[in-house]
Nanobody, 119 residues
Framework: QVQLVERGGGLVQAGGSLRLSCVASGRTFSDYVMSWFRQAPGKEREFVARITWTGSATYYADSVKDRFTTSRDNAKNTVYLQMNSLKPEDTAVYYC????????????WGQGTQVTVSS
């Protein structure tokens, strides 16, 4: 089992920044590809970003490319999502997830953290 706990959500004005963190415990953190997803009210959960086991590669949804950056610190069992130039449409609950490969369905999910961007 892997337990994931997200932190860092909150209320921010449009154009502002937030940094989310997700701390993992349980199994070896570096064994997992880590992803970020989000779910806005009334919408389906959508992919936001993904980072490979060592952080050598990252992937982003078109809607956040050039604004969001994901990184990881395997020594701290933590993955980050730096969110810049936030827009009201970024308002959602953000989840981190752990998966065993780039294409696998996530095996483990965090509880989510709310991000609200006011206009």
């Amino acid at each position: 089992q892997v337990q994931l706990v997200e932190r860092g959500g909150g209320l921010v004005q449009a154009g502002g920044s937030l940094r989310l963190s997700c701390v993992a415990s349980g199994r070896t953190f570096s064994d997992y590809v880590m992803s970020w997803f989000r779910q806005a009210p009334g919408k389906e959960r959508e992919f936001v970003a993904r980072i490979t086991w060592t952080g050598s590669a990252t992937y982003y949804a078109d809607s956040v490319k050039d604004r969001f950056t994901t990184s990881r610190d395997n020594a701290k069992n933590t993955v980050y999502l730096q969110m810049n130039s936030l827009k009201p449409e970024d308002t959602a609950v953000y989840y981190c997830a752990a998966q065993t490969s780039l294409t696998a369905t996530p095996n483990y999910w965090g509880q989510g953290t709310q991000v609200t961007v006011s206009s």
